[in-house]
Nanobody, 120 residues
Framework: QVHLVESGGGLVQPGGSLRLSCAAS????????MGWYRQAPGKQRELVAS???????NYADSVKGRFTISRDNAKNKVYLQMNSLKPEDTAVYYC??????????????WGQGTQVTVSS
């Protein structure tokens, strides 16, 4: 089983930057697409950005040009660089990974979430 642990959240002023990290541990045949989701109070969880194992990326329209997702396959880590943060970016951010087990079973793993608060 692959476990994900996020770090890097916190309180930042509007216009500021934060870098989230997510480390995957455990054994699997492959870790495929990884992504970041967020959930604000009273709202549904939404995709922020995703990245395939080959490096292809996808972003929500609301973060294009401000956020950058990247990954280090050797370290099984994914990052989210967030610039020009806005109050509406305030949410709990979750790391997500699509995993193929050694028994060829596909499943999705989630981290526990990290709080990002953008406020003056």
């Amino acid at each position: 089983q692959v476990h994900l642990v996020e770090s890097g959240g916190g309180l930042v002023q509007p216009g500021g930057s934060l870098r989230l990290s997510c480390a995957a541990s455990g054994s699997a045949f492959s870790i495929n697409t990884m992504g970041w989701y967020r959930q604000a109070p009273g709202k549904q969880r939404e995709l922020v950005a995703s990245i395939t194992s080959s490096g292809s990326t996808n972003y929500a329209d609301s973060v294009k040009g401000r956020f950058t997702i990247s990954r280090d396959n050797a370290k099984n880590k994914v990052y989210l660089q967030m610039n020009s943060l806005k109050p509406e970016d305030t949410a709990v951010y979750y790391c997500n990974a699509a995993v193929t087990s050694w028994r060829s079973k596909d499943y999705v793993s989630w981290g526990q979430g990290t709080q990002v608060t953008v406020s003056s």
